[in-house]
């Protein structure tokens, strides 16, 4: 299964920011949707990703006034992203080996889809459960 396939059963909702928001708008979204990060975005180009760990680290720097900065002083800019092609295994290897937990899926320069680690765990224990129920099946039929 690919991540284009996981994206398909979701709806179109991406929720991003920009690098010129304050962190504090940044983190009303975040709050608002119950999400724990956001993509960055210049248009339809991933510039960065907006994280729970990076409203830690803005607090840990700027105390009361990490609020007040711009969300380009610190999201982090080093953007690991995948094409849609990609396979969810590979996707959550990624993730794992790179320890991050959120993945922009990117076609063509273009953010067309933001994963989870575990929206990637969720669509392996179906794999599994789903591989498991068709086993059951087979044995209950011979």
Known sequence: MTIELILQGRS???YSCTADMLVSQAVEILAEKRIGALPVLDGDSVVGIFSERDVLHCV???GNAALDHLVSDVMTADVISVEPTK???GALSLMSKRRIRHLPVVDNGKL??????GDLVKYRIDKIESEAAAMRDYIQSA
């Open 60 to 62: 840990r720097k700027y």
């Open 112 to 117: 067309i889809g933001f994963v989870s680690i």
């Open 12 to 14: 179109d909702d991406i």
């Open 87 to 89: 396979s969810a295994i």
